[in-house]
């Protein structure tokens, strides 16, 4: 029923476009549609948004890669191993409440100014959710299953990439959904402080300048790529699940 979306914004439209003339506040305050649309066009033809855009995108990239290549083996090493699991988990908790938005000021100070703060702050978003989640998928596989692989002497690849990795997968991706999610709003709140690019930066600089419709711009695309990259992941999961399904078989 995609319809049903596209009935949904529409009336966005139409509220915010009633707002707008009725709310009795300028344009400078709160713009029009039409207004944010062309200035989203400006932003697009002169590079800046491309700019903006492309540097949000490596930012995610760099740390959400570097979180899932590190927290998915590790949660596949918690799972299976005991001992690891109780001596790490405590520290793994109690980390991982801490919102990354705290880690700010330890950040600059550590990593200077530029992107290795923001991706630095968007793995720590990512590591967490995904060693905790893979952690849980590997510890909810039947233990009946690990006895057959026994029985068939798997090696310690073949319970990896026959049996583990097909189990968890579904689990996995969801996590992944989520944590990219998770990345991309702190890679904006990360932009406001520590960089000078960026879809974050673009919108804390717009308000500075009293450009209420870049700062919309800004939210628009923000929402755009996040139901793109939700997309692209739900995309990902099928595909990842349909491979290691018949790899496994």
């Known amino acids: 029923m995609w319809w049903l ?3 949904s914004f529409t009336l966005i439209l139409i509220a915010w476009e009633v707002l707008a003339r009725c709310s009795g506040w300028s344009t400078q305050i709160f713009p029009d549609p039409l207004t944010v649309v062309l200035s989203l066009i400006e932003l697009i033809r002169n590079g800046t948004l491309i700019r903006h855009t492309v540097a949000s995108l490596f930012r995610v990239t760099a740390g959400y890669y570097l979180a899932v290549l590190l927290g998915v083996p590790l949660g596949i090493f918690l799972g299976r191993i005991w001992t690891a699991r109780s001596f790490f988990n ?3 908790h109690f980390l ?3 919102s990354p938005l705290a880690w700010i000021p330890l950040a600059m100070l550590w990593f200077g100014i530029g992107d290795p703060p923001a991706v630095f702050l968007i793995f720590l978003a990512s590591f967490f ?4 989640s893979t952690t849980i998928a590997v510890q909810n596989i039947p233990p009946t299953f690990f006895q057959v692989a026994a029985n068939f002497k798997f090696s310690r690849k073949e319970m990896i990439t026959r049996l583990i990795l097909p189990a968890i997968i ?3 991706v969801t996590a992944l959904r989520l944590t990219i999610t998770i990345a991309w709003l702190v890679v904006v709140a990360a932009e406001m402080i520590a960089v ?3 879809l974050g930066y673009l919108i804390l600089d717009s308000r500075n300048a009293l450009r209420m419709d870049y700062v919309m711009d800004g939210m628009i695309v923000i929402g755009l790529i996040g139901l793109v990259l ?3 992941m739900k995309r990902l999961g099928k595909i990842e699940s349909a491979r290691w399904g018949s790899s496994a078989r």
């Open 196 to 198: 000078q690019s960026g």
């Open 230 to 232: 939700d997309y692209l």
């Open 129 to 132: 959710p995904m060693v905790v």
């Open 5 to 7: 979306g596209v009935l």
């Open 96 to 98: 991982r409440p801490i």
């Open 90 to 92: 405590p520290v793994i």
């Open 170 to 172: 579904p689990e996995v």
